[in-house]
């Protein structure tokens, strides 16, 4: 029984999050796409709500001992098959649905077919359901193996306890910043297929949590508390990065002449489209990239034990996404804006690492 439960635990999890987004009273937003006709897509976006519900129905469930706190511990391995049978399933119906690009079916499976999968008229995105889903299941398997920790180890760990209150943060601050992810990359460029369906289904709740699966077990291995806070000030810094490059960049797409701290958008221009050259974007042309990858180091670090190699195939998977993704986002760019591209790389001449890369 425990075996069935554990497997549709995820699907059950899924549903679940899905209702919720459905019945919480959610904000139209316009993003940065636009269909076929030339009209800017909206968006339903409730991420932040159905984040807070979702939590609060974990700790019901498991104060009325209807589901131990600890459940998605307990059945993790379970509930990773489970995930990645969604995914795939979801995969292959979302890409199947629609015709061929013209490319290898393998391709297509991988990359997908189309950019905009929407139902009811933006009703329900495939996007912003498939992120948001993998949000809650992430911070959900979070609070679980926290619960684990500290019902079962008895000497507690600080820096465990900080690893998940990090990517608690995480999960809190893509959902509260969720409109602003409608002008990032994702939403943009990439197609749900694959890549994207079995990524947030399986991938994302369940890998990005990997410092976590192989020392949750583990007692405090001694680490310093200042040295604790340090991997906390790394990560804010990673935090910075990522999250004022996404800010900055939203605020010129929403409003071009308006300062972002105090910063005055400095662009260049070929007098119908217009590139930001400074502050985040001027230091390199992904600083975002760069800030993703720290957070995942100082995750990594937080358990303090350095020595499992497991915990650091998190920020290893970032830097091979990024090295590859940066040079999809040029090619996407060099065809967007042309010479006005090449001229912005003249001016930023590193791709992620300011002064080296």
Same mark, same amino acid.
């Not at 959610?26 to 030339?38: I, K, L």
């Not at 990773?80 to 649905?97: E, M, P, Q, Y």
């Not at 001027?282 to 100082?298: D, F, P, W």
């Not at 040029?330 to 992620?352: F, M, N, Q, S, T």
């Given at each position: 029984m425990?075996?069935?439960?554990? /497997?549709?635990?995820?699907?059950? =999890?899924?549903?679940?999050?899905?209702? /919720?987004?459905?019945? !919480?009273?959610?904000?139209?937003?316009?993003?940065?796409? =636009?269909?076929?006709?030339?009209?800017?897509?909206?968006?339903?976006?409730?991420?932040?709500?159905?984040?807070?519900?979702?939590?609060?129905?974990?700790?019901?469930?498991?104060?009325?001992? !209807?589901?131990?706190?600890?459940?998605?511990?307990?059945?993790?391995?379970? *509930?990773?098959?489970?995930?990645?049978?969604? *995914? /795939?399933?979801?995969? %292959?119906?979302?890409?199947?649905?629609?015709?061929?690009?013209?490319?290898? /079916?393998?391709?297509?499976?991988?990359?997908?077919?189309?950019?905009?999968?929407?139902?009811g008229n933006g009703f329900v995105d495939a996007k912003v359901w498939l992120y948001l889903v993998g949000a809650v299941m992430l911070q959900l398997n979070v609070l679980s193996f926290a619960a684990f920790h500290l019902e079962h180890v008895r000497n507690v760990n600080p820096g465990f306890l900080v690893a998940c209150a990090i990517l608690t943060w995480f999960c809190f601050d893509y959902l509260i910043f969720e409109r602003v992810h409608l002008w990032t990359y994702d939403? !943009?460029?990439?197609?749900?297929?694959?890549?994207?369906g079995f990524g947030c289904l399986a991938f994302y709740p369940y890998f990005y949590s990997v410092s976590l699966w192989f020392t949750a077990d583990r007692p405090d291995p001694g680490i310093p508390s200042w040295v604790t806070a340090l991997f906390v000030v790394l990560f804010l810094g990673g935090w910075v990065l990522t999250r004022g490059a996404n800010m900055q960049k939203y605020v010129f797409k929403t409003a071009p002449e308006s300062k972002f701290l105090g910063i005055t958008p400095e662009v260049l221009t070929d007098g119908r489209r217009s590139l930001l050259v400074n502050g985040f974007w001027?230091?390199?042309?992904?600083?975002?990239?760069?800030?993703?990858?720290?957070? %995942?180091?100082?995750?990594?670090? %937080?358990?303090?034990?350095?020595?499992?190699?497991?915990?650091?195939l998190y920020p290893l998977y970032y830097v091979a996404l990024f090295l590859s993704r940066q040079a999809d986002d040029?090619?996407?760019?060099?065809?967007?804006? *042309?010479?006005?591209?090449?001229?912005?790389?003249?001016?930023?001449?590193?791709? !992620?690492v300011p002064g080296l890369y």
């Open positions: 425990t075996l069935f439960l554990g /497997l549709v635990t995820p699907l059950v =999890t899924y549903a679940a999050v899905t209702l /919720l987004h459905l019945v !919480i009273p959610a904000r139209r937003r316009p993003g940065y796409v =636009t269909d076929d006709a030339g009209e800017v897509l909206t968006y339903r976006t409730n991420g932040r709500y159905v984040l807070g519900a979702s939590i609060l129905l974990w700790l019901a469930l498991g104060y009325l001992g !209807i589901v131990p706190y600890d459940w998605l511990y307990q059945t993790r391995w379970f *509930g990773v098959i489970g995930a990645c049978v969604v *995914g /795939l399933v979801f995969s %292959a119906v979302v890409v199947l649905r629609y015709p061929s690009t013209g490319k290898p /079916l393998g391709a297509d499976l991988w990359f997908g077919r189309s950019k905009d999968v929407q139902i939403f !943009i460029a990439e197609r749900v297929g694959f890549k994207l001027g230091a390199s042309r992904h600083i975002n990239y760069l800030g993703e990858t720290v957070q %995942a180091v100082a995750i990594a670090l %937080a358990p303090g034990y350095l020595g499992v190699w497991a915990v650091w040029d090619k996407v760019c060099r065809e967007k804006y *042309g010479p006005l591209w090449d001229e912005y790389r003249a001016r930023v001449k590193r791709r !992620i």
